[in-house]
């Protein structure tokens, strides 16, 4: 009788990359959860900084979020030309941030959720 013989080549690359696969959805996950928790709570300080009387809501109206490069990747924009003087402020206008404030706040939540993964 004949001797069989089966052996594996590349099975290190594939369980390497069946863990980076594995850690990427997570990384997904993290990504989603991180940018829609920015995206409300930059809704949330517009809501409450946008109090004068001339305030129409077209700020938060044209506030985006969109995920780009599978998932990993999120970008929040404010479609309206006045946006930068709404968050820096002029000689005339006194800043009310909004989208910075929350950015930071989102930054150190988002980072340790990455750190959990290590």
């Not at 290190?12 to 829609?36: F, H, P, T, W």
Request: proline content about 2%.
């Amino acid at each position: 009788m004949a001797k069989v013989s089966l052996s594996f080549r590349g099975n290190k690359k594939l369980r390497d990359a069946l863990v980076q696969k594995a850690q990427l959805s997570e990384v997904k996950m993290i990504v989603q959860k991180n940018g829609a928790q920015l995206n409300n709570q930059t809704m949330t300080n517009m809501v409450n900084a946008y109090t004068k009387g001339y305030s129409t809501g077209n700020t938060i109206r044209k506030t985006n979020l969109t995920f780009t490069s599978g998932g990993l990747r999120v970008k929040q924009t404010t479609n309206t030309d006045y946006i930068q003087y709404l968050e820096n402020g002029t000689r005339f206008m006194q800043a009310v941030p909004t989208i910075k404030p929350a950015f930071e706040k989102q930054k150190e939540q988002f980072k340790t959720d990455l750190e959990r993964l290590v």
